[in-house]
T-cell receptor, first 109, second 111 residues
């Protein structure tokens, strides 16, 4: 599976959009981009995933660049409850997930 | 409600005393897995199971056993726990499109 690079930490003001970047320059054509988050020591929570096209669900939007070498997870109106570690994972099958270190997002009042 | 249930949530035990952490899912998922999470090391996969009676090692299987006798249950067994197995453990099952559902975690302390 392709390696991913994420910033260690980010801040976001409550109510603003949180844009979390992920680089995956070695991604191959059949690899998906998955995003999970972990709030404190709870179990990780699935957010969204995509292959080529941009995706949106009730939690977030996923923007994948045309060359697929990077992506951005967007939380449109961040709340304090969105403070968590966000993991960007690239995998072919969704079976083996390498969580890496993720981005620690702090949403401030 | 679709969920993965782990028990116990917290466990303190002594070195060498066999223990089992249970995991059950109600989504009829075929694939289940166990992870441990340690500060600075992130989430690491211990074992996984593709289906009933099919299990395989993950990245850190030493000191652990699993079994998958029925689809819904995937217990993690520590036959002789040691202090280096003190960790936060998560069970997960895989649904459609690769989406994982994780349990709430088991915080294990081995003294």
């Amino acid at each position: 599976d392709a390696k991913t690079t994420q910033p260690t930490s980010m801040d976001c003001a409550e109510g603003r959009a949180a844009n979390l970047p992920c680089n995956h320059s070695t991604i191959s054509g059949n690899e998906y981009v998955y995003w999970y988050r972990q709030i404190h020591s709870q179990g990780p929570q699935y957010i969204i995933h995509g292959l080529k096209n941009n995706e949106t669900n009730e939690m977030a939007s996923l923007i994948i660049t045309e060359d697929r070498k990077s992506s951005t997870l967007i939380l449109p109106h961040a709340t304090l409850r969105d403070t968590a570690v966000y993991y960007c994972i690239v995998t072919t099958s969704g079976y083996a997930l390498n969580f890496g270190k993720g981005t620690s997002l702090l949403v401030t009042p | 409600e679709a969920q993965v249930t782990q028990n116990p949530r917290y466990l303190i035990t002594v070195t060498g005393k066999k223990l089992t952490v249970t995991c059950s899912q109600n989504m009829n998922h075929e694939y289940m897995s166990w992870y441990r999470q340690d500060p600075g090391l992130g989430l690491r996969q211990i074992y996984y199971s593709m289906n009933v009676e099919v299990t395989d090692k993950g990245d850190v299987p030493e000191g652990y056993k699993v079994s998958r006798k029925e689809k819904r249950n995937f217990p993690l067994i520590l036959e002789s726990p040691s202090p280096n197995q003190t960790s936060l453990y998560f069970c997960a099952s895989r649904g459609g499109a690769g989406m994982r559902t994780f349990g709430s975690g088991t915080r294990l302390t081995v003294v």
